[in-house]
Every structure is written in structure tokens, then in C-alpha cells.
């Protein structure tokens, strides 16, 4: 069946330094994907998304880039905050789009030190 | 923006004990709810689909006798962890589907740890 597999935290990194969270995934029909994101003590947030292959999703300096020939969809970010540390989700939906069935992988935990 | 509150956000019970987690829509009506799971290194998984007025849809796997959903308003769902066991001890996490342009929002999550 569809899955999702995103790397393994925690990525600790120091503020300004570049960040890029593996994902890849397995799917049998032509997903949408979508990374969300979950700051402490809130619940899991859209960051961005990518329809079809070769649609970059991109928000608040975020970007991934919907790779069809090698199944992934890698999070990058030139210059991370302290306050993007948060618990980063890559997820897909083999429903056209709909976010009613979606496929979460493991969760990344980002650390951010100032 | 829409808020879905998500309570108690951690429960520690006695095994079988029952544990009632609540999930509510703040500022919109959801028809349709969702309930995950994650287990420690695991994925978030689906375990049941949630509609107003009707029985929960459950994922393959998931016991529907042992986690009693129920979707009585339209900015209610509720998930009865019946007779909790240590290995029912995971992050359970709701969302609810707005109507209108069908974005999802979830809630913080409960940590639920059954001794």
C-alpha cells in the first residue's frame, strides 16, 4: 500500500544554517503531498503542498519540489529560525488532492539553537 | 483561523479504566471528523473516520468495540478508549474537514499513557 518514510530526528541544527528533511514515498496512483508542521502545544499545521510532479510547494522560506522519477518530496529551508523548531510531517493523498485520507510519515523533530 | 480544540492533552489511567478524549471545532462546523494515532517511531496513523449523525468509519485493524467514537453535534467528536491497556498507550490526535473549502485542522493531541 501508499506509505510515507521522512527521516529521522531530531535534526539539531544552529540558527541560519540550512535545512533539508528527506522524504519519500510509495504510492500506486499520482498523489498530491504535502508537509505539515507542529509547533509545541499546537496541532499539526498545513506548511505547503504540491498537486503534481514538478510543482514546487513553498511558504514562510519553505520549499519542496514534487520529485515523480525519484518518489520524494524534500523539505528545504536556506535559513532556519529558532522558531522553526517544530515537529515537521510529510504526508500524501491518493484521492485527488483530498486531505480527508492522508498518509503521515513519522514526524522529523527540527531543534533550532540560537 | 480555525481552531480545533483537543482535550484532556495528557491522561494517565489505571489498565481498564475507560479514558473519553474530546475534540471540538471552535469556530466552524465539521461534518466530518477525523481520529490518528502514533505510536513512538511510528507513523500517524488513521484509525477512524467520523461523520455527524452517522457510525464511524473504523481503518483495517482498528477495534470499533474498543474505541467507541461519536460524532452527536456538529463541532463534537468524542473517542472512548474502552478498557485501556498499556499497549493502547500512544499519541492520539483529531481533525475536523470544514465544509465549505475542505481544509483540515487538528488538534494539539493526547498523550495517553495507561499503567
Known amino acids: 500500500g501508499d506509505s510515507v518514510t521522512q527521516m529521522e530526528g531530531p535534526v539539531t541544527l544552529s540558527e541560519e544554517a540550512c535545512l533539508t528533511i528527506?522524504?519519500?514515498?510509495?504510492?500506486?496512483?499520482?498523489?498530491?503531498l504535502f508537509w505539515y508542521v507542529q509547533y509545541p502545544g499546537e496541532g499539526l499545521q498545513l506548511l505547503l503542498k504540491a498537486t503534481k510532479a514538478d510543482d514546487k510547494g513553498s511558504n514562510k522560506g519553505f520549499e519542496a519540489t514534487y520529485r515523480k522519477e525519484t518518489t520524494s518530496f524534500h523539505l528545504e529551508k536556506g535559513s532556519v529560525q529558532v522558531s522553526d523548531s517544530a515537529v515537521y510531517f510529510c504526508a500524501l493523498s491518493d484521492y485527488g488532492g483530498a486531505t480527508n485520507k492522508l498518509i503521515f510519515g513519522t514526524g522529523t523533530l527540527l531543534a533550532v539553537q540560537p | 483561523g480555525a481552531v480545533v480544540s483537543q482535550h484532556p492533552s495528557r491522561v494517565i489511567c489505571k489498565s481498564g479504566t475507560s479514558v473519553k478524549i474530546e475534540c471540538r471545532s471552535l469556530d466552524f462546523q465539521a461534518t466530518t471528523m477525523f481520529w490518528y494515532r502514533q505510536f513512538p517511531k511510528q507513523s500517524l496513523m488513521l484509525m477512524a473516520t467520523s461523520n455527524e449523525g452517522s457510525k464511524a468509519t473504523y481503518e483495517q485493524g482498528v477495534e470499533k468495540d474498543k474505541f467507541l467514537i461519536n460524532h452527536a453535534s456538529l463541532t463534537l467528536s468524542t473517542l472512548t478508549v474502552t478498557s485501556a491497556h498499556p499497549e493502547d498507550s500512544s499519541f492520539y490526535i483529531c481533525s475536523a474537514l470544514t465544509g465549505q473549502n475542505e481544509k483540515l485542522f487538528f488538534g494539539s493531541g493526547t498523550q495517553l499513557s495507561v499503567l
Open positions: 528527506n522524504c519519500t514515498y510509495t504510492a500506486t496512483g499520482y498523489p498530491s
